[in-house]
């Protein structure tokens, strides 16, 4: 025996709703389902650490995306490490997302800037004695993307941060691994 449906009588009007078990693709719509409810799931490891000064380290990590595992390998954007990359994402002067893994500002390849925050029309100056905010992001391959904050904050401010729009390959292809703080 199983279930085709549940129908509701309410009178003489009845409610009903097709809710048995639809074993075609079955596998594939548990997986989609999957996905959308619980999206790229942490389920160990991918552990930031800061490695030298404002370098970043990630451990191997464990993830499902849907009904399927992966497994991430470890991280290290310093110089003593591979060096592994640090994806950057922040806009140009046209609005334009802009993904750079090259130097910027007197910040190396691998390191976090202490120096710029994000605007609409590109880089601007972290002011004195302010904070700025950084996102960092595990893609699903296991690379580091971090998205610049869009703002110069007090210290209060910039824990009350919150995640800024993100870049199309940062929002559909990574998880949110860690919100980094510089002054």
């Known amino acids: 025996m199983f279930t085709l449906g549940r129908v509701y009588r309410d009178g003489v009007t009845l409610h009903i709703v097709n809710s048995g078990v639809n074993l075609y693709n079955h596998m594939r719509n548990n997986h989609e389902r999957l996905i959308g409810v619980r999206g790229f799931e942490r389920a160990s490891g991918g552990v930031i650490a800061e490695k030298l000064v404002r370098y970043l380290t990630s451990t191997d990590g464990v ?14 954007t310093s110089p003593t490490g591979p060096p592994d990359i640090l994806t950057r994402w922040y806009h140009d002067a046209g609005g334009n997302w802009v993904s750079n893994t090259g130097i910027e500002g007197a910040s190396a390849a691998g390191q976090i ?23 960092l992001f595990i893609h ?7 998205v ?32 980094i703080i510089v002054g």
Do not use: C
């Open 148 to 179: 610049y904050g869009i703002g110069t904050y007090k210290l209060a401010l910039a824990e009350m941060a919150l995640v800024p729009i993100l870049p199309d390959a940062v929002r559909d292809f990574s998880t949110l691994a860690a919100k």
């Open 63 to 76: 993830f499902y995306l849907g009904a399927n595992k992966i497994a991430t390998t470890q991280q290290d």
């Open 140 to 146: 699903f391959d296991g690379d580091l993307h971090v």
């Open 113 to 135: 800037s202490n120096e710029h925050y994000d605007t609409p029309t590109g880089l601007a100056d972290i002011g004195v004695a302010r904070y700025g905010v950084f996102w």
